[in-house]
């Protein structure tokens, strides 16, 4: 398949990358508790928030994992300490029987919904479907054949970069392009559940502008909407967050998750972040105009009859700014008054007599 590298590319006839609004990705992960009625909130909580995109996970904790307790099959540290892989996995999968369901609601709605497969039999699943998109997840980042495979669909395809070293994604980009056809986008990601803030290191999306072509974006899981919306200042094009309808409900993936109001407030904020980039722009902007006249200008300070000589007693820069600049003062002090002039006259170089 041909490849065309590119810093933009479309979801659902969206476009997403430079110059466009932040693409804001609501992910759904474990959050439904295993209750599709819930799964079906979410969506409906996503699309009110002014989300673009719901993302599910597709898979299956046999298509993750073995059912195995043994050495390296158990969660020694951190959020899901104590449990074993395929336990996690069984408690926060999305049953493939709902994708057809939550798929419709989020048509129905004109939200967005696509998904993250684990394996070749969940982009089989995800095909039948029409998702318009895939998402690489950061641990699956290294499994080229997965990327392949899920490129050579000819979707766009977002790869999440948590864990990869430098090389790692490289070799992802580089899977992606061979069989894809170009419409990739990075996400830069810290998979720590939740990340400390000051580990986000978001200066690395400003090096993966610069060392790629495609569009970066920014998988967040810091606690609150700060990182995200200091990250469009950096050219993050798209934010993933983790959403919920509520913490207090519990789940695996509750506790780095938004709730509906703080998603209705990343959306707004990211949105305004991006609108205060703007251009580079040294004109005079429209809310400026009618504070011209708090800028300093040159005035008559007192009555200057004609032929008398400015001084620094009858002219003095002062508000408003309706006269010549301060800065020609001194084209003024010791010349002659062309004409009378009263005191609250702006001042104008043809005031000067010519010699």
Known sequence: MSTVHSDTIKIDGRPIGRGNPPYIIAELSGNHNGNIERALALIDAAHASGADAVKLQTYTADTLTIDYDGPGFQISEGLWKGRSLYELYQEAHTPWDWHERLFSRARKLGITMF?????????DLLEEL????????????IDIPLIERTAATGKPLIIS??????????????????????????????SGYPTPIEESNLHTINDLRN???????????????????????LGASIIE????????????DAKFS??????????????????????????????????????RSLYVVEDIAKGELFNANNIRSIRPGHGVAPKYLPEFIGKTARTSLKKGTPLAIDHIKQE
């Open 115 to 123: 998904s993250s497969p684990f394996d070749v039999t969940a982009i």
């Open 130 to 141: 029409e998702t318009p998109a895939y998402k690489i997840a950061s641990f699956e980042a």
């Open 161 to 190: 970069t948590g864990m990869a070293t430098l090389e790692e994604i490289e070799e992802a980009l580089a899977a992606a392009r061979r069989t894809g056809t170009g419409e990739i986008a990075l996400l830069h990601c810290v």
């Open 241 to 252: 967050k983790h959403f919920t309808l509520s913490r207090d409900d519990g789940g695996p």
């Open 258 to 295: 938004l709730e509906p109001d703080e998603l209705t407030s990343l959306c707004k904020e990211c949105k305004n972040a991006w609108l205060a980039l703007g251009n580079v722009n040294y004109a005079r902007k429209n809310s400026e105009q009618t504070n011209a006249i708090f800028r």
């Open 211 to 233: 060392r790629f072509d495609v569009v970066i974006g920014l998988s967040d899981h810091t606690s609150g909407i700060t990182v995200p919306i200091a990250s469009i200042a």
